[in-house]
C-alpha cells in the first residue's frame, strides 16, 4: 500500500487551518499504533475530568473521553514516534511552505503574521485522546499558540460522528483516519459525539494525538 499525502487546499479567509491526509507513512503508521495499543493496555488512559481539561464557567468538564500523556508515562522517550515523528516534519521546508500557502491572503505582512508566529514556536506539549462510544468534547479554546491534531481509528471504521469543528466559523472537518489539522488555539472548537457501530470491540473508536504548540522568549 501506497501512502500518498494529501493536502486540503482550503485558505479559509476568516479561519485558515491546514488539513492533511496520509499525515504518516506505512512504516509510521504500524508504529503508531504499536505505541497506542501500548498505552490502551496500561492503567495510564485517564478519564478528562481527572485531568487538566477544558471546563464551562461552573466548572463542568467539557469533555468525557480517555487520555493519556505520553511525556508523562514514558521514561525513555526516544523510542516514542509520537513524541519524536512530527517535529522534524513540522520544522521541514515542506511543511511550513504548506502553512504559507493556505494562510496567504493578499500581501506578504500578512502572511508573514500567520506564518511568523506559527515558525517561531519553540515548546510543545503532546497528548492521546480516546473517544468511545457517546464522548465528546464541547466548544473551547486552547490555552498555546497552535493546536495540531491526528485523527486516527482502525479500519473497518466502527463508528459514527467524531468530527470536528471550527465553531465559530461554522467548519465541519470529517474524521479520517491518519489526518492532520493545524490550527491556531484560539479558535472554538469542538468535537462531535461518538456513536459506536459494534459495541463489542474495545477500543474501536476515534483516536485524536494533540499537540500544542507554543513560544517561550530565548
Known amino acids: 500500500m501506497v501512502f500518498m499525502k494529501k493536502v486540503l487546499d482550503i485558505r479559509h479567509k476568516i479561519y485558515p487551518h491546514v488539513v492533511i491526509d496520509n499525515w504518516y507513512n506505512e512504516q ?10 501500548f498505552y490502551s493496555q496500561t492503567d495510564k488512559m485517564q478519564k478528562a475530568d481527572q485531568t487538566n481539561v477544558a471546563k464551562t464557567i461552573e ?19 526516544k523510542y516514542s514516534i509520537i513524541l519524536n515523528n512530527y517535529l522534524p516534519k513540522i520544522q521541514s521546508k515542506e511543511f511550513h511552505d504548506i502553512v ?10 500578512e502572511i508573514y503574521a500567520w506564518f511568523g508566529d ?37 479500519e473497518p471504521k466502527n463508528f459514527i460522528g467524531g468530527d470536528f469543528n471550527i465553531t465559530r466559523g461554522n467548519i465541519k472537518i470529517e474524521c479520517k483516519t491518519n489526518r492532520l489539522l493545524l490550527f491556531p488555539s484560539w ?3 469542538s468535537v462531535d459525539e461518538i456513536k459506536l457501530i459494534d459495541k463489542n470491540k474495545e477500543f474501536s473508536g476515534k483516536w ?11
Do not use: C
Not at 118 to 126: E, M
Open 118 to 154: 506559527f515558525a517561531n514556536t519553540n515548546i510543545s506539549t503532546s497528548m492521546l485522546s480516546y473517544y468511545d462510544e457517546s464522548t465528546y468534547y464541547g466548544e473551547h479554546h486552547d490555552t498555546f499558540k497552535w493546536t495540531m491534531i491526528i485523527f486516527l481509528y482502525k
Open 100 to 109: 504559507k500557502t493556505q494562510f496567504h491572503f493578499n500581501t506578504e505582512n
Open 187 to 189: 479558535y472554538h472548537h
Open 208 to 218: 485524536a494525538i494533540v499537540y500544542m504548540l507554543g513560544t517561550v522568549p530565548k
Open 28 to 37: 509510521e503508521l504500524k508504529d503508531v499504533w504499536k505505541e497506542i495499543d
Open 59 to 77: 466548572g463542568k468538564p467539557l469533555s468525557n473521553n480517555l487520555r493519556v500523556f505520553p511525556d508523562e508515562v514514558l521514561k525513555d522517550k
